[in-house]
């Protein structure tokens, strides 16, 4: 399996994994209602705080996780009313859920 990376939703920075020489920041995953997981250093596999972010976009859609990464990847099957969990840099208090898609990073998060 490689690894899963984004751009934040509120900066735009990639968001490198911990095996990277890149240095790595804090980053949360927020949902349309307002959950939030913490994740202080991201390992690459699209996990933040425990929570699969896959996981949560078919939670959020009412799909299962494998179905979530098929709408990921193949934007034909995405309506204007898929939701998308964020990822952001600054703390959630000081940030409101957008319905917007987390850009992919070119590098998978992973630099030399």
């Known amino acids: 399996m490689g ?3 984004w751009k934040t939703n509120d900066t735009g920075e990639s968001i490198a994994n911990k095996y ?5 920041f804090e980053v949360w995953m927020i949902d349309n209602k307002g959950n939030t997981w913490h994740e202080p250093d991201y390992e690459g596999y699209g996990m933040f705080g425990g929570k699969p972010f896959y996981e949560l976009m078919g939670e ?8 979530a990464i098929t ?3 193949d934007a034909s099957g995405r309506s204007k009313n898929t939701l998308w969990p964020n990822l952001v840099r600054c703390k959630p208090d000081s940030y409101e859920w957008q319905n917007v898609e987390p850009a992919n990073c070119e590098g998978q998060g992973y630099w030399l």
């Open 3 to 5: 690894f899963f990376s």
């Open 20 to 24: 990277s020489e890149a240095e790595t």
């Open 60 to 67: 959020m859609n009412g799909i299962s996780w494998d179905e």
């Open 71 to 73: 709408l990921h990847v």
